[in-house]
């Protein structure tokens, strides 16, 4: 049998994995890898910086379904990857990260460019490797997709030392793998399963609080059909949206610290609370002690058993993937009379609920403009679905911009919506949104974005043009970190320490990097210059002045519980 090289078998076996794109940039340590990448039918996107890769893989792995591939060299190379894999590790997002390392006769000699990047990722992967062998290449490639991909997803590193990638071994692609400390559990214990089910039936005011494990776990046909079947309303976490169609009444829109009044009061009267792929995160709950105080039963369907009453004590545990619980579910509800009588008592809470949205709206004064004729960020969430009637794919930042999007845009479809959630990480945006398009290249892919944010990795701009990624760039900017003024004028006595900023000429910097950039600062302009832009090829940036003063309303405050809402 022909013997290939280490960095041949990683590619054979990437392929085998069914790999058609990888982000990286190469460097000396990982360069065997880089020579054999050259001669395969595997698409290589060149980033500008290594967390930009990550970010890339991000957003490619949450629309496609599939883990993202990153590749880069040891050292910086390697470390500079580490907040996109913190990153996919808190939001479930499959990835393998390939790096180079130094040659094994050299690793803890502080070599060049050496780190310890097992060590270093160690706390934020699901699994890491460090590859000492050769013959152990395509065996480790094979369980780092498995890993990331099963169960509840996550990023895994592979470590690969130069020499490793230097030797030679036959090379046979592994058909299936054993792993015997790692064995997800995919069916829900039957028992458990109807024991919620019975809850649901008892109850009079049963809610579906649905976190982003319904998307990963492909679950959004199923929560409709027994969110509908039962005419149980459904509230979605920053993670889960579009797994609702907003356009359904029963979808009440996101919950927690920026969600609505109407959600928020509802989650505070339900009887009965439905747990599906959430993880009662802190921006969710705000003072546990006060979270959902009158749901005398607390259902939690889950695949991570580790989940399950981490936050949250919970009366009815289930693990198990998501799709596979929910269809049991649904079996067992199907023809069940006693459930089928107590839709009409389901349907007024469901009215009380519709009643308190409309009692306190979002930002009802926002959507009829300004009096000083400038740019509301409600009129811009609201022009960018009337020119994309919904049907795109959008990726955010972290900070304000980001919420007004979660809160204001109708998205009808999973999969149609990124953002960084449990990290929070800045200069997501940009790079996901290009990773989306390499996943989906036939959508449309916006970006929205802030002033700050969009600074944190605005290089990869560079990566668009050069690959001709056709994507629109919304940036609203208000000169400030707007999340961090909104907190500094409300909980710091209006002492805004160092959140005002200067920022380039975003029209010029666009330019500069061969892409389209547009200035909006009237809101006049706005439908006329946001068309223009749409309708423009290529990599466009738009560039929007909003007031410093719009703030994200309603908020829970800091220590604060549900029923303690700020609305201005």
Same mark, same amino acid.
């Given at each position: 049998?022909?013997?290939?090289?280490?960095?041949?078998?990683?590619?054979?076996?990437?392929?085998?994995?069914?790999?058609?794109?990888?982000?990286?940039?190469?460097?000396?340590?990982?360069?065997?890898?880089?020579?054999?990448?050259?001669?395969?039918?595997?698409?290589?996107?060149?980033?500008? @910086?290594?967390?930009?890769?990550?970010?890339?893989?991000?957003?490619?792995?949450?629309?496609?379904?599939?883990?993202?591939?990153?590749?880069?060299?040891?050292?910086?190379?390697?470390?500079?990857?580490?907040?996109?894999?913190?990153?996919?590790?808190?939001?479930?997002?499959?990835?393998?990260?390939?790096?180079?390392?130094?040659?094994?006769?050299?690793?803890?000699?502080?070599?060049?460019?050496?780190?310890?990047?097992?060590?270093?990722?160690?706390?934020?992967?699901?699994?890491?490797?460090?590859?000492?062998?050769?013959?152990?290449?395509?065996?480790?490639?094979?369980?780092?997709?498995?890993?990331?991909?099963?169960?509840?997803?996550?990023?895994?590193?592979?470590?690969?030392?130069?020499?490793?990638?230097?030797?030679?071994?036959?090379?046979?692609?592994?058909?299936?793998?054993?792993?015997?400390?790692?064995?997800?559990?995919?069916?829900?214990?039957?028992?458990?399963?109807?024991?919620?089910?019975?809850?649901?039936?008892?109850?009079?005011?049963?809610?579906?609080?649905?976190?982003?494990?319904?998307?990963?776990?492909?679950?959004?046909?199923?929560?409709?059909?027994?969110?509908?079947?039962?005419?149980?309303?459904?509230?979605?976490?920053?993670?889960?949206?579009?797994?609702?169609?907003?356009?359904?009444?029963?979808?009440?829109?996101?919950?927690?610290? @920026?969600?609505?009044?109407?959600?928020?009061?509802?989650?505070?009267?339900?009887?009965?609370?439905?747990?599906?792929?959430?993880?009662?995160?802190?921006?969710?709950?705000?003072?546990?002690?006060?979270?959902?105080?009158?749901?005398?039963?607390?259902?939690?369907?889950?695949?991570?058993?580790?989940?399950?009453?981490?936050?949250?004590?919970?009366?009815?545990?289930?693990?198990?993937?998501?799709?596979?619980?929910?269809?049991?579910?649904?079996?067992?509800?199907?023809?069940?009379?006693?459930?089928?009588?107590?839709?009409?008592?389901?349907?007024?809470?469901?009215?009380?609920?519709?009643?308190?949205?409309?009692?306190?709206?979002?930002?009802?004064?926002?959507?009829?403009?300004?009096?000083?004729?400038?740019?509301?960020?409600?009129?811009?969430?609201?022009?960018?679905?009337?020119?994309?009637?919904?049907?795109?794919?959008?990726?955010?930042?972290?900070?304000?911009?980001?919420?007004?999007?979660?809160?204001?845009?109708?998205?009808?479809?999973?999969?149609?919506?990124?953002?960084?959630?449990?990290?929070?990480?800045?200069?997501?945006?940009?790079?996901?949104?290009?990773?989306?398009?390499?996943?989906?290249?036939?959508?449309?892919?916006?970006?929205?974005?802030?002033?700050?944010?969009?600074?944190?990795?605005?290089?990869?701009?560079?990566?668009?043009?050069?690959?001709?990624?056709?994507?629109?760039?919304?940036?609203?900017?208000?000169?400030?970190?707007?999340?961090?003024?909104?907190?500094?004028?409300?909980?710091?006595?209006?002492?805004?320490?160092?959140?005002?900023?200067?920022?380039?000429?975003?029209?010029?910097?666009?330019?500069?990097?061969?892409? @389209?950039?547009?200035?909006?600062?009237?809101?006049?302009?706005?439908?006329?210059?946001?068309?223009?832009?749409?309708?423009?090829?290529?990599?466009?940036?738009?560039?929007?002045?909003?007031?410093?003063?719009?703030?994200?309303?309603?908020?829970?405050?800091?220590?604060?519980?549900?029923?303690?809402?700020?609305?201005?």
């Amino acid at each position: 049998m022909k013997k290939l090289t280490g960095a041949q078998i990683v590619i054979e076996s990437l392929i085998a994995e069914g790999v058609d794109v990888i982000f990286g940039y190469p460097g000396g340590a990982i360069l065997p890898t880089y020579d054999a990448l050259l001669d395969s039918k595997i698409k290589h996107v060149l980033v500008r @910086h290594e967390q930009g890769a990550t970010h890339m893989a991000e957003g490619y792995a949450r629309v496609s379904g599939r883990p993202g591939v990153v590749i880069v060299t040891s050292g910086p190379g390697a470390t500079n990857t580490v907040t996109g894999i913190a990153d996919a590790y808190m939001d479930s997002t499959p990835m393998v990260v390939l790096s180079g390392q130094v040659s094994t006769s050299l690793i803890g000699n502080d070599a060049f460019q050496e780190a310890d990047f097992v060590g270093i990722t160690r706390p934020c992967t699901k699994h890491n490797y460090l590859v000492k062998d050769v013959r152990d290449v395509a065996r480790i490639i094979k369980e780092a997709f498995y890993i990331a991909g099963t169960g509840r997803p996550g990023p895994v590193v592979v470590d690969l030392p130069k020499d490793v990638q230097q030797a030679e071994h036959s090379f046979k692609f592994p058909d299936k793998v054993e792993l015997r400390g790692f064995k997800p559990t995919i069916r829900g214990n039957p028992r458990q399963i109807e024991r919620a089910v019975e809850a649901i039936e008892k109850s009079t005011r049963p809610l579906l609080y649905v976190g982003g494990g319904v998307q990963w776990s492909g679950a959004a046909a199923e929560l409709r059909e027994l969110a509908k079947g039962l005419h149980i309303p459904v509230t979605e976490t920053l993670m889960a949206l579009g797994s609702m169609p907003s356009s359904d009444s029963l979808r009440l829109g996101m919950l927690g610290m @920026h969600g609505s009044y109407g959600t928020n009061t509802a989650v505070t009267n339900t009887d009965c609370l439905i747990a599906v792929g959430a993880r009662f995160d802190d921006r969710v709950t705000g003072r546990i002690a006060d979270f959902a105080p009158k749901a005398e039963t607390i259902v939690h369907i889950d695949i991570d058993p580790s989940s399950i009453s981490k936050n949250v004590r919970v009366d009815i545990p289930i693990v198990g993937d998501i799709k596979t619980v929910l269809s049991d579910m649904l079996r067992m509800v199907k023809g069940r009379e006693s459930i089928a009588r107590r839709r009409p008592e389901w349907q007024k809470w469901h009215q009380q609920i519709l009643e308190w949205k409309r009692d306190k709206p979002l930002y009802e004064n926002g959507k009829a403009g300004r009096k000083d004729g400038l740019v509301s960020p409600v009129q811009v969430i609201e022009e960018l679905h009337n020119i994309t009637k919904g049907d795109c794919i959008v990726a955010t930042d972290v900070g304000q911009h980001q919420m007004w999007v979660a809160q204001l845009f109708p998205f009808e479809n999973p999969r149609s919506w990124l953002t960084s959630g449990g990290l929070g990480t800045m200069g997501y945006g940009l790079p996901a949104g290009i990773g989306a398009k390499f996943a989906a290249p036939d959508k449309r892919v916006v970006v929205v974005s802030g002033d700050g944010s969009i600074q944190m990795n605005i290089q990869e701009l560079g990566t668009a043009v050069q690959y001709g990624v056709d994507i629109k760039v919304v940036i609203l900017n208000n000169y400030f970190l707007g999340m961090v003024r909104q907190w500094q004028e409300r909980f710091y006595q209006e002492r805004y320490s160092y959140s005002a900023m200067s920022v380039p000429n975003f029209v010029k910097l666009a330019e500069a990097y061969g892409a @389209h950039g547009f200035r909006i600062d009237k809101a006049k302009d706005l439908a006329k210059t946001m068309k223009e832009a749409f309708e423009t090829p290529g990599t466009v940036l738009i560039d929007v002045a909003i007031p410093k003063d719009e703030a994200v309303m309603p908020m829970i405050p800091p220590g604060g519980s549900m029923s303690e809402m700020l609305f201005a």
